[in-house]
């Protein structure tokens, strides 16, 4: 009976088929990304190690907050040449924006990064090494042509490598740059806080420069682990018409094992990468988001820079206390405040978006700085209190709002094919805003003392005006989708 009944259950059963997701168009590509990466996937290193480099970016800026005055000594600078080292990372960082931004669009996400990482080995070295200022500033120069290209390529790789919904979304992984640059800031600080402790008095010349020279450490480890685990991003892939390059990248690095369709006709580029399209940014629907993006990145770049690479001025001139106190003060400040307040975000976009998120943010620090305007240099230890309080809500509201939330609107108010230039420009105008702030913040301080605040308070201001003319929220938003409509009436 079992064997009369065999073939029966043969001619029954259905034939097999392949039941791999089919690739048709950079479209299905997208689509794929955005449902999330398969379990054990190596897609949420690729993320890592593109914050890796935020990191760099981040310690790298900030390593000179506490070096200044030892720099300015021992080279016997002038507040001008103290100013052209403290900004000569800025200089290079707003060409290497521009030129990264193009560069990530036409060549890949890869390519670009695993180049600028060298950067970073070479300029930290040359930085520790420098024997004038002259030296140093051309090495930070050119660290900062580094940080410039990172920007634009790692926020790629984050909204490239993420779904478009739900916890882990694009939005919540471009906002992990924040809390990444709030750790790398206080790493810094712990570092000076160990080479202040085990350095002897008389080699506290060396504090500085054993600083600068440890941004090659991390570098050097990103190097190493490359090859291992970053991948070209499929989307672009895609976008550039090799179908067959997306569906192994999808295979390797997001745990998707696709198949492209056969009769599929290559698809054309999504848009070309040229110069052109920085002007690009500045028409049709992308004007309106590029306004907003760019205010939002200057003035979040101006008053973060005014306050928190100002911080250990400020509060050795609100406590009169020694340098250890200054530092302790400055990374519980950074840890508690700015760095929480970025968890926060990244917790809490998927929910309420950016757009509302970016508002609080700039509320708490224009309610800050006028605060701290009003307060002024504090004589009683109420006043001294009632400051700090008012420089931690400034922190906990950049962490909050624009801190996140300005690559955010820079990264995901664009599709791929503009996501490169889209990100360098607004990088662009905000390392210009960066090295005015660096620059002008102790002439102004001197100047004015605590009523500087004043002038601050206008950067918070300018952005929550641009937030309530301009209700663009990029969260949860697929804006590749314009570009695969574009692709269609071509």
């Known amino acids: 009976m079992s064997v009369s009944l065999a ?39 690729v993320v890592a190690i593109a914050l890796g480099g935020i990191f760099l970016d981040a310690y790298d800026l900030g390593a000179l907050a506490f070096g200044m005055k030892d720099i300015a000594r021992e ?6 040449g103290s100013g052209f080292v403290a900004s000569a990372i800025t200089f290079g960082a707003i060409i290497g924006a521009f030129l990264g931004g193009y560069l990530t669009d036409k060549i890949g996400r890869y390519r670009v990064f ?20 002259w030296v140093l500033g051309g090495a930070r120069f050119v660290m900062g042509l580094g940080v410039g290209i990172d920007l634009p390529v790692a926020m790629a790789f984050l909204a490239e490598f993420s779904r478009l919904q739900g916890r882990g979304n694009k939005a919540s992984r471009v906002a992990m740059w924040c809390p990444v640059w709030y750790a790398a800031i206080s790493v810094s600080y712990l570092l000076v806080l160990g080479l202040y402790a ?6 506290a010349g060396w504090l500085w420069r054993l600083i600068l020279g440890f941004g090659a450490v991390p570098a050097i480890a990103i190097i190493a682990i490359r090859s291992r685990y970053m991948s070209e991003s499929p989307v672009w892939a895609a976008n ?29 580029k999504a848009r070309r990468a040229t110069w052109s399209n920085y002007g690009a940014l ?12 760019t205010v939002i990145a200057i003035a979040s770049s101006f008053a973060y820079n005014a306050v928190a690479f100002g911080l250990p001025v400020i509060i050795s001139s609100f406590l009169a206390q020694s340098m250890l106190t200054t530092i302790l003060a400055s990374l519980a400040l950074n840890l508690c405040f700015a760095f929480a307040g970025g968890l926060f ?8 978006g950016a757009w509302k998120l970016s508002v609080v943010g700039y509320a708490f620090q224009l309610a800050a700085l006028v605060g701290l305007a009003v307060v002024g240099k504090p004589s009683t230890g109420v006043e001294v209190v009632v400051a700090i309080a008012f420089l931690a809500a400034f922190l906990l509201g950049q962490g909050v709002g624009p801190g996140s ?17 889209g990100v360098g420009f607004n990088q662009t105008l905000m390392r210009a805003s960066s090295t005015v702030s660096l620059f002008l913040f102790p002439v102004l301080s001197a100047a004015l003392g605590t009523k500087v605040f004043w002038i601050i308070a206008v950067a918070p201001l300018a952005g929550l005006v641009a937030l309530l003319a301009v209700r663009w929220e990029p969260s949860g938003y697929d804006v590749d989708a314009e570009d695969f409509a574009a692709q269609q009436q071509r």
């Open 240 to 268: 550039q018409g090799d179908l067959k390059g997306a569906a192994a990248i999808l295979k390797r690095s997001y745990g998707v094992d696709a198949r492209v369709d056969e009769t599929a006709v290559v698809p054309p």
């Open 405 to 421: 939330h300005s690559m955010t609107f820079a990264s995901l108010s664009y599709p791929t094919s503009l996501r490169g230039v």
């Open 198 to 203: 085990v350095l002897p008095e008389h080699n």
């Open 7 to 45: 073939p029966e259950r043969a001619a029954a059963r259905p034939a097999a088929t392949d039941s791999r997701p089919v690739i048709k168009s950079a479209a299905d590509v997208s689509s794929l990304v955005n449902h999330g990466a398969a379990i054990g996937s190596d897609a949420r290193i």
């Open 114 to 133: 695993m180049a600028d990482m060298f950067f970073f080995v070479v300029a930290a070295i040359a930085c520790a090494l420098a024997p004038n200022a």
């Open 75 to 80: 080279f016997s600078l002038t507040p001008t």
């Open 345 to 352: 975000s990244v917790r809490t976009v998927p929910k309420y």
């Open 282 to 293: 500045l028409r049709g629907v992308y004007l309106r988001r590029t306004v907003l993006a």
